[in-house]
């Protein structure tokens, strides 16, 4: 099994600006990747691009539950980022809604989805994040994810 498989496309070039999917191949049975996005302690850990720390973490994990966190890079810089719980299936599905938020107001709304399926021992995730304000959006949000999940891989190295 692959633990370190990215891919990200667009559902078709017409939602190209709108949709991001990633996959990724984790060594780890999917109850724990699931808690890896579903409990705060765990969440905490790897959490934000490479080179960010998680120092708010507040989660109400239950369908419309409200979630925040503040990242912090080395540099004092946070971004702060919250939203809603849409649907909580463990340990197969998580939905939920995600916003930049400044000088505490939240921005554009997007809704992000993650699958978790069982795979030659591991899981297989498989992240889709909709309704992007535009294509350079989607384009940072691939950047941010793609080192988050670096982090997320490095959780459950051997």
């Known amino acids: 099994m692959t633990d370190v498989a990215t891919e990200a496309r667009a559902e078709s070039t017409s939602e190209a600006e709108d949709v991001l999917t990633m996959t990724r191949n984790l ?12 409990d705060p302690s765990e969440l905490v850990k790897w959490w934000g691009p490479e080179g ?19 990242m912090a890079g080395d ?34 709304e997007s809704v992000i ?12 995730m ?8 535009s294509a350079e959006s989607r384009r940072l949000h691939n950047e941010g994810w793609t080192s988050a999940f670096k982090c997320l891989d490095r959780q459950f190295a051997a």
């Not at 060594?27 to 579903?38: G, Q, S, T």
């Not at 989805?113 to 297989?124: A, K, S």
């Open 75 to 108: 540099q004092g810089n946070e971004h702060i980022c919250s939203g809603l719980y849409r649907e909580i299936a463990a340990p197969e599905r998580l939905e939920f809604t995600w916003a930049w938020e400044t000088d505490g107001v939240r921005g554009h």
């Open 126 to 133: 498989v992240f889709t994040q909709r309704s992007f304000e």
């Open 27 to 38: 060594r780890a049975p999917r109850e724990a990747v699931f808690r890896a996005w579903a």
């Open 52 to 70: 960010m720390s998680t120092p708010v973490c507040e989660m109400d994990v239950r369908p419309g539950g409200a979630w925040r966190t503040v």
């Open 113 to 124: 989805t993650i699958e978790f399926h069982e795979r030659d021992g591991g899981t297989e």
